[in-house]
């Protein structure tokens, strides 16, 4: 597959883009059914005790409604409900306990939307409440140490020795704030039951997971349930299964009628996951070159009450610097809040935030570069494992931006540049992201008029998939991509990995290449067996598919010519499952249990693309406003499967990784446990005036042991990082270090 590698990389239009931006493209809520009632969701004003009575009469009076749906009567024989990491988790009709605020606890139908959101205000519920434990430092929080999923914790050495030892200390705590998705799309579900069998309309990023989700909790045969989501408005982790999905579809059965739900932006911050606040404690013991001694991270989360759920993200934090002497640790802390979950980069966002933040105190310290600090300590060869990187390449990373970004005109001493009432800082990190790949399957057929069409049970999550397996099978294939339709987000189609930690492209792209090499070696096979044939008699491995022709060895012929030759129609079905994951993994997956290859998880290698952040900013000296002015930013990901989208990718992370430095916090009142931000005016995200120039350079890597494409994915490593060249820049700007996030004026007052 080396040779399809070097064909991929340049800039493609997305095939989808006129139909996103004339309106054309269907999103979840946008499917029609055959005359809908629609859902409201009642939920809990309180975020501890248990439901005392519903008073629904005049919720009942309201014109158009048909029915409320409480724990008393929405019946018995679901299971319990599984988070995100498919442990237990909050409850929601299941009987009259109340976990968090926001949580569900009824669901009106009514001929029209407006009727039954207005029985839902009228809904009338008494609560048995108690005080609740909102989170860290909360009366009544319960903790403990998290149980790693995939092994201990990394630890090497001894890292508590070698600190006490070592000729430089520093030590530090930081902290990252509870945030929210906030995706445009809104967390839809439209269930429509036909003789017995349920389709479900979901935004969804695992198609044969939301499938086996709803077919477990309803007793159904998975074949008598479909998921559609053919485009999805943004995810970033939020929209995998969840419990409403099969509340609404048995609702619907309930009625005798498809069910539409469109809950609120308020409700979206209680009825799915979020990014949990984080605490760290980091020690770093190094020699007076800056050479590591010792790395110690600890960290806490929070949680609901009855979720172990964590991310962890000790596994990356170990294991970006050489270090002889390691140790890691990760908490829980069980608080009244409804289960968080996966969020865009979910574990290196906010603890590459703490190690990126402490090493360049440290460098300071040191009175040394910070990207010379990073240089003293990189390494090719994992320092937890011992085995080698697949490929990395952060100091050609750190070198490029570097130079792009004039880091040579930095000044070391913090506050010492100014232009007017502004004081300027520059600022450095590290960004990473560990390369998974999962299991996948699909189909393609080939017809002589030179048309591809592929069915894959991909997720179109706004990075541009369809445009990605187009691509793809267009290049294998020899064909122009517009030749190529291809068909995603229905759990007809051949099952793919969850679309999360950037796994879905490296997946879809080598069984859509495994596909592909099937067709081609069919072609090849009848036309070295043809007498006719120019080919006659060559090794078929030798003919290629280039320009909607077959060539080898100084001859060609037009490619519908070999196709009819070969059949008429040629189909192939392919399925990849990644060394290291069990042969069992495509069934499992089709059963909502998903096995990904980790990339820290690999005995091989440890595979991680790597990048660098430089940032500009300046900071107001008597308001304290942060305006940041320009940011550079170089990845080194290997593969590069479309320039264009890639470098939107790689945008749009660096903006969110800005956003989490200066803007994004979801505000808890540590009273009541209730999210006090919870819409668009209150919660802060970047708008075209505070996002800089952005520059991004992608840095060519092959790396042929990754996978045999050498794709790494791109679509989280943007953000990871940023924040912590936000906050490096304005120490440098105003020589004060915020290790909370996030940083707001009056943190600089």
């Known amino acids: 597959m080396s040779t399809l590698s070097a064909k991929l990389g340049q800039p493609v239009a997305r095939i989808d883009g006129i139909a996103k931006v004339t309106g054309a493209a269907r999103y979840a809520s946008d499917e029609p059914v055959p005359s809908p009632a629609f859902a409201y969701l009642i939920t809990s004003r309180i975020a501890r005790g248990t439901i005392q009575a519903f008073d629904l009469a005049e919720a009942h ?51 029209t939307y407006e009727a039954a959101r207005e029985a839902a205000n009228k809904s009338k519920v008494t609560y048995n409440e108690e005080a609740p434990s909102a989170t860290f430092d909360s009366s009544g929080v319960s903790s403990e140490p998290h149980k790693p999923g995939r092994g201990p914790d990394p630890k090497k050495g001894d890292a508590q020795g070698a600190y006490a030892k070592a000729p430089v200390k520093f030590e530090a705590r930081y902290s990252t704030p509870t945030q929210h998705h906030n995706a445009i799309e809104l967390f839809t579900v439209t269930c429509e039951w036909k003789d017995g069998k349920l389709t479900i309309y979901e935004p969804s990023q695992f198609m044969w997971g939301t499938k086996a989700s709803a077919a477990k909790q309803l007793k159904l045969e998975p074949d008598h349930v479909r998921a559609i989501s053919r485009y999805i408005g943004g995810a970033f982790g939020s929209k995998g299964p969840n419990p409403r999905t099969h509340w609404i579809a048995r609702v619907a059965k309930r009625v005798g009628r498809p069910l539409k739900l469109v809950p609120t932006r308020d409700q979206g911050f209680t009825i799915a996951t979020f990014r949990a606040e984080t605490r760290h404690h980091i020690k770093l013991g190094a020699a007076p070159d800056g050479q590591l001694h010792s790395f110690s991270h600890e960290g806490w989360e929070v949680t609901s009450r009855p979720s172990p759920y964590n991310v962890a993200g000790v596994e990356s934090t170990a294991r970006m610097y050489a270090c002889p002497n390691i140790h890691t640790a990760v908490n829980i802390v069980h608080a009244d809040r409804n289960t968080p979950g996966y969020m865009r980069a979910p574990p290196e966002t ?23 600090l990073r240089r003293v300590n990189d390494t090719q060869i994992d320092p937890v494992e011992g085995i080698p990187f697949s490929s990395r390449s952060l100091m050609q990373c750190f070198d490029r931006a570097a130079a792009q970004f004039g880091w040579n005109k930095r000044n070391s001493v913090p506050g010492s540049v100014r232009d007017g009432d502004w004081e300027i800082g520059y600022g450095c990190a590290t960004a990473c992201y560990p390369s998974n790949i999962g ?42 991509t517009a030749a190529v339709t291809v068909h995603m987000g229905d759990s007809d189609l051949p099952p793919i990995m969850i679309a999360g930690g950037s796994n879905n492209a490296a997946s879809a792209s080598l069984v859509v290449a495994k596909a592909c090499e099937q067709l ?9 067996k043809d007498p006719r044939s120019a080919f006659n008699g060559f090794d078929p491995a030798s003919l290629q598919l280039r320009e909607s022709k077959l060539t080898g060895a100084g001859h060609e012929e037009d490619l519908q010519v070999a196709i009819e030759r070969a059949g008429h129609r040629l189909e192939a079905y392919a399925e990849n499952v990644p060394d290291g994951l069990p042969p069992s993994a495509i069934s499992d997956m089709t059963k909502g249990q998903p096995k990904m290859l980790g990339g820290s998880s690999r005995k091989d290698v440890s595979a991680y693309a790597f990048g660098a952040h430089f940032v500009e900013l300046r900071v107001h000296s008597r308001t304290r406003e942060v305006r940041v002015q320009r940011t550079v930013s170089a990845f080194a990901a290997g593969t590069i499967i479309n320039a264009l989208t890639a470098h939107s990718q790689f945008m749009g992370g660096t903006i969110w990784g800005l956003s989490s430095a200066l803007h994004e916090e979801t505000e808890i009142d540590t009273k009541s446990a209730r999210y006090v931000n919870d819409n668009l005016a209150d919660y802060l995200i970047p708008v075209n005036a505070d996002v800089p120039t952005i520059e991004i350079i992608m840095v060519p890597e092959a790396d042929d042991r990754v996978n045999a494409l050498g794709i790494k994915g791109i679509g989280e490593i943007g953000i990871v990082g940023m924040n912590a060249a936000v906050a490096n820049a304005v120490y440098n700007a105003t020589g004060k270090r915020i290790r909370s996030l996030p940083i707001r004026p009056e943190k600089l007052l």
Not at 100 to 109: F, K, S
Not at 358 to 369: G, I, K, P, T, W
Not at 439 to 462: M, N, Q, S, Y
Request: charged residues 20%.
């Open 350 to 372: 906010p603890y590459m935030f703490a190690l990126e933040s402490a090493m360049d105190e440290l460098a300071h310290q040191l009175n040394m570069d910070p990207v010379e």
């Open 439 to 480: 299991p996948a399957a699909c189909r393609i057929a080939l017809t002589t008029d030179g048309k591809a069409v592929v069915g894959i049970a991909g997720h179109e999550i706004g990075t541009g998939a369809y445009t990605t397996v187009a691509v793809v099978a267009a290049r294998a294939l020899g064909l122009p």
């Open 61 to 111: 009076s309201v014109p158009g409604v048909i029915e409320i749906v409480t724990y008393e009567n929405v019946g018995a024989g679901f299971d319990k409900a599984q988070g995100p990491d498919g442990g237990p988790t909050t409850t929601t009709l299941e009987d009259n306990k109340i976990w968090h605020a926001g949580q569900i606890i009824g669901i009106v139908v009514a001929e």
């Open 520 to 528: 081609r070696d069919r072609i090849a096979q009848a036309a070295v």
